[in-house]
């Protein structure tokens, strides 16, 4: 019998274009550290050098690490979309083990949900305080149930640093650390992407992301959680 913790979780990611060209990426993840499961390709371009628009912020050494981790891991991506437009419109349909999703949308979004996942597992140190959201994937998200969910995961790990007997964040100060570091992230990537011959439908799909982490990080204060504690008051009875 195969354990929990050894099955992989699989995400697939079928675009349906128009005339019926269809192109299905499959997303497979180690069910323990959620790292992408990939297999490594040879070689791989210049632009996924670590060296080459290196993230200010990255702890990695060039020594050690030859590609970027994110960008090894989107080449296929960043690849097929290379000619893409951002409004260019897709059916979309993205399977999970749980439930399927299906929504007719631009390039620009799907890329963004798909790309979003790649960049969060491809153990960069970064991105990988964000793995928890990956384990329970929400395709389309909106920018309000993004945060939600950003504030209840960094929540839930504050309450396991205090298992744990470490001090834990209830202010959520450095939740917004966090985010502010992934917006570097992606201001890096993007210029990264910017410096090879692609069209805009990946490049918005990474600015996309970034209004996201910018979201979460400019609405941790006190107006924005006072209008959320409004939905808790059954709890303070």
């Not at 439908?201 to 990474?206: G, H, K, S, Y």
């Amino acid at each position: 019998m195969t354990k929990n913790s050894d099955k992989i979780i699989t995400f697939k990611y079928k675009f349906k274009f128009r005339g019926g060209i269809e192109k299905e990426f499959n997303v497979s993840l180690d069910n323990k550290t959620l790292n992408l499961i990939q297999t490594e390709r040879k070689p791989y371009p210049k632009w996924a050098e670590l060296i080459y628009f290196k993230c200010l912020n990255c702890p990695l050494n060039e020594d050690q690490h030859t590609f970027c981790p994110v960008a090894a891991n989107v080449v296929e991506v960043v690849d097929f979309f290379k000619a893409s437009i951002s409004y260019d419109e897709v059916d979309l349909f993205i399977e999970t083990e749980q439930r399927g999703y299906l929504k007719h949308t631009t390039l620009q979004q799907g890329i963004n949900s798909l790309i979003g996942i790649y960049m969060v597992t491809s153990n960069c140190p970064i991105m990988n305080k964000l793995k928890p959201m990956v384990r329970y994937h929400l395709p389309f998200a909106t920018l309000q149930e993004t945060r939600y969910r950003a504030i209840s995961m960094y929540l839930l790990a504050q309450y396991f640093l205090y298992k744990r007997g470490k001090k834990p964040d209830w202010d959520l100060a450095n939740l917004i650390k966090i985010y502010d570091d992934i917006r570097i992230v992606n201001k890096y990537f993007f210029k990264r992407l910017s410096e090879i011959e692609i069209k805009d439908a990946t490049l918005n799909a990474i600015v996309k992301l970034d209004m996201f982490a910018q979201h979460v990080s400019t609405s941790i204060d006190k107006d924005v959680l006072d209008e959320m504690e409004s939905s808790f008051d059954a709890y303070f009875e």
